[in-house]
């Protein structure tokens, strides 16, 4: 009968007492520190209470869970079958029909909202060109001097304060 065991031993051994498992020599001896330890009287209550509420607790059929499945060797012919080919075609089928649902309701939405939104345009907006009239090759030395001098010259800042670019479906009321 073994009596030197550190706490945590000692603890380890509760549940199997309260279950009744462990050897006779083995459970006097952790009867005895129990006995000398209300701390450990305490536990060994809690575990023994705890127990009895997993004791009314529906117990698993492992026997039957086991019975109900299948054999590894239907599971075998199983993944030997080959895959009816009109299958993979429903799955084919499926995802062109997803494909083409996805492309009509885009291009509906597009559609309503340039229809619905005034003064919406899918063409971009038109980008801002610098023209002289003239190639800048064909322009004389003197002439691109007096061109960057008139340019160094404008301000740099709008006159105007710019126009809110603000998408019409965004603006509020609207």
Do not use: C, F, K
Request: glycine residues 6%.
């Amino acid at each position: 009968m073994r009596e030197d065991w550190d706490e945590g031993e000692l603890r380890d051994r509760l549940p199997l007492l309260a279950a009744g498992t462990l050897a006779a020599d083995e459970g006097a001896a952790v009867r005895a520190r129990v006995a000398a330890d209300p701390a450990l009287a305490e536990e060994l209550a809690l575990v023994g209470a705890l127990r009895a509420a997993h004791l009314d607790a529906p117990v698993v059929d492992v026997t039957r869970i086991v019975a109900a499945l299948p054999s590894p060797a239907s599971v075998r012919a199983a993944r030997a079958a080959p895959v009816r080919a009109d299958e993979g075609l429903r799955v084919l089928r499926l995802a062109r029909v997803a494909a083409v649902a996805m492309v009509v309701a885009v291009g509906a939405l597009t559609t309503y909202m340039n229809a619905t939104v005034p003064g919406a345009s899918p063409a971009p907006a038109a980008r801002a060109e610098l023209r002289l009239g003239v190639p800048l090759d064909e322009l004389s030395d003197e002439q691109l001097h007096a061109l960057e001098a008139e340019i160094r010259a404008l301000d740099g800042l709008p006159a105007e304060e710019p126009e809110a670019a603000v998408h019409p479906a965004l603006e509020l009321g609207a």
